[in-house]
């Protein structure tokens, strides 16, 4: 029907043309930039060069950052799976009530800017912060130790603004299945823990999926709490783009970032892979 | 499959949730190999009953047996049977052989022979071909048959069926009335089904329980329960029945005889005795009834209503309002406002109790 079709088609206008001005130009504009030189005192220098590119991939320490910064990625997904599934499960077989409590107290500390929580975490391990001191009252150490500027910080600190996110995504999917399914492996002779293994976990993988991908979008984007947290000795990728853009140079901010992009689609692909949303098939 | 029979057995099996008391203590057999009917109308406790067979529900007090052991606190996985919910609850990432090879699997069936069980379960309801296949590939009534087949193929001892058919539309229900009544009988499983359907009911079972508000009015079979209704409701809820108001003038073995708009007639006596001088309800199927010149008692008619087949009379029995179902036929010559007379057979009127 070609009216159905205009129809669908004046619908769907609005959401491709905000997403087309704000989003694929500037990024074709990146890509663009990327492949120009860096200039001192222009936004960049119109000599096409592959250089910004060749550099990251050649230079072993921007090979260690990527490391890094996938390592991070990995424990924060696997931190949130093995974390955020269980309190999950519990919210969605609460009474509407309480699961609305307990999802509001995961909530509140997303309302705190992530500078301020950011500072908190250096209030808490820093030099003169709260682990410190009670380490030196004890008698554990003898003088004032920084827990900050590295990979257990960093992690620790995106892992605490995340999880609210896995969690209340994994929820929302546990409650979409139908208790029947439960029963039903039941009568089948399931016990609780093979019908988890056998039904629950894998009906909600859809669930699972989105989290997870939603965590790492916003892991490998998240720079205030990379920059406070691990300081100037343990950067992610994240914070040479920054560097990059505060120096001036551009076209390598611009290269950074795609492959930031890149990164983040093949970590998305492996989620996809390994959790494999896709076999839930609509509802038997 | 080689057939396997297990009775199902409450005895003075009850349960309240909170203030709400979905089953009173009831006490009932469930022979081994019947294909037994709980009916009643919505919110009698019918699937309370069926759930507290499967475990998903605990007794507030009293026992339930199956194969006469006592399984009452054993968790449903622990208890041997195979269940179809109203919604199928076919598993969504699974394949229909998947589904239909989880409770083998939950046996730790070897991956040989599970194979073969699954193709057969699936050939037992023409469904081989589609082992490959998602449930959301399926029709309604093919997802039907998936169900029962996941249900059956680990050979249980019972087999519980909760509105089974009610998803469907009109044409496949009663298609797969048939379809599961043969596979009960091929397999001859004990099977309890619940349906508030008095027609499936009646057309499906081997045994009825008629329920209302969590208790057991009455048990049997289709025949008994149809021809000699206990009550009231048993009597109006299974098909049609005039329920008429008469006089107890004395029982004589087994048989009320009593008066009915000046004359006297005779009713199947009900368990419970009524004392003479009473007032008694009874019952009378109206495709029972044959209106001609001689006959029991004078009625005189009101109206008609043409069903095709057959047609609807109603008539009026000194005062009480009476509805006989007529082969089109036979009721050619009436017309409103005529004298006639009704008789009907001696078994057909039925004194009820309640
Ligand atoms: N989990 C529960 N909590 C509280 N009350 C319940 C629960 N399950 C059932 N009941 C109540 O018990 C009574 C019997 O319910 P049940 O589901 O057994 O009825 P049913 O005969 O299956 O009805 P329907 O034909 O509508 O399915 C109802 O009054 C119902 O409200
Ligand atoms: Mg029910």
């Known amino acids: ?284 | 499959m080689p057939e396997r029979a297990a009775d199902v057995r409450f005895e003075a099996t009850e349960k309240s949730f909170g203030p709400v008391h979905a089953l009173h203590p009831l006490s009932l057999t469930i022979e081994p190999g019947t294909l037994f009917a709980l009916l009643g109308p919505s919110g009698c406790g019918k699937t309370t009953t069926l759930r507290l067979v499967a475990g998903f529900e605990q007794p507030s007090a009293g026992q339930v047996f199956i194969a006469g052991k006592d399984v009452t606190g054993l968790p449903a996985y622990k208890r041997n049977f195979g269940m179809v919910f109203q919604s199928f609850a076919l598993f969504p990432h699974l394949t229909v052989g998947e589904n239909v090879a989880f409770g083998l699997q939950m046996r730790r069936v070897s991956r040989s022979e599970t194979a073969t069980r699954v193709q057969r379960a699936l050939d037992l309801v023409a469904l081989g071909r589609y082992a490959d296949r998602y449930p959301s590939e399926l029709s309604g009534g093919q997802q039907q048959r998936v169900a029962l087949a996941r249900a059956v193929v680990f050979e249980p001892d019972v087999l519980l069926l909760d509105e089974p058919l009610s998803a469907l539309d009109k044409m496949l229900r009663e298609q797969m009335q048939v379809e599961i009544r043969q596979l009960q009988q091929r397999l001859g499983m004990t099977t309890v089904f619940v349906t508030h359907d008095q027609e499936e009911a009646l057309t499906m079972a081997d045994r009825i329980a008629v329920m209302r508000d969590g208790r057991l009015l009455q048990a049997g079979a289709p025949r008994d329960i149809y021809e000699r209704p206990d009550s009231q409701f048993v009597a109006t809820f299974l098909g049609a029945s005039n329920i008429l108001t008469a006089t107890v003038e004395g029982i004589e073995d087994g048989t009320v005889v009593a008066a009915l708009a000046g004359q006297t007639v005779r009713a199947a006596a009900p368990p419970r005795q009524p004392e003479r001088g009473a007032e008694i309800a009874l019952a009378l199927r109206p495709e029972r009834i044959a209106i001609g010149e001689t006959g029991l008692v004078e009625a005189r008619v009101e109206d008609f209503i043409y069903r095709g087949a057959t047609v609807q009379v109603s008539l009026d029995l000194a005062g009480q309002p009476l509805n006989a179902t007529l082969p089109s036929d036979r009721a050619l010559g009436l017309k409103p406002g005529a004298q006639v007379r009704l008789s009907w057979p001696d078994d057909a009127l039925v004194a009820l109790s309640g």
């Open chain 1, 1 to 284: 029907m070609p009216s159905l079709r205009l129809s669908s088609l004046a619908l769907l206008a609005p959401p491709v043309l905000l997403l087309g001005v704000f989003f694929v130009m500037p990024l074709c504009y990146l890509l663009f930039v990327s492949f120009m030189t860096n200039s001192m005192g222009d936004l960049y220098e119109t000599v096409p060069t592959l250089a910004n590119y060749t550099e990251i991939v050649s230079d072993p320490f921007y090979h260690l950052i990527i490391e890094r910064t996938l390592l991070s990625t990995a424990v924060i997904l696997i931190a949130c799976f093995l974390i955020g599934y269980p309190v999950a499960l519990y919210a969605s077989r609460l009474e509407a009530r309480g699961r609305l409590l307990l999802l509001m107290a995961l909530m509140v500390p997303l309302m705190v800017s992530n500078v301020v929580r950011a500072y908190g975490w250096v209030a808490i391990l820093g030099r003169q912060g709260v682990v410190s001191g009670t380490l030196n009252t004890v008698g554990l150490v003898d003088r004032p130790m920084s827990f900050l500027y590295d990979f257990q910080a960093v992690t620790l600190g995106l892992l605490t603004i995340l999880l609210p996110f896995m969690v209340i995504t994994l929820t929302n999917s546990l409650m979409t299945i139908d208790e029947r399914y439960r029963e039903a492996a039941e009568a089948l002779g399931a016990g609780p823990w093979r019908t988890f293994l056998r039904v629950t976990l894998p009906m909600s993988s859809p669930g699972i999926a989105s989290g997870l991908m939603l965590v790492t979008f916003l892991t490998l984007s998240a720079y205030v709490t990379v920059a406070l947290l691990g300081g100037p000795r343990y950067k992610l990728l994240v914070s040479f783009v920054f560097d990059s853009v505060s120096s001036f140079r551009w076209p390598r901010a611009a290269a950074l970032s795609f492959v930031l992009l890149i990164l983040a689609l093949v970590v998305a692909a492996v989620i996809q892979i390994i959790v494999r949303p896709g076999r839930v098939k609509g509802r038997g």
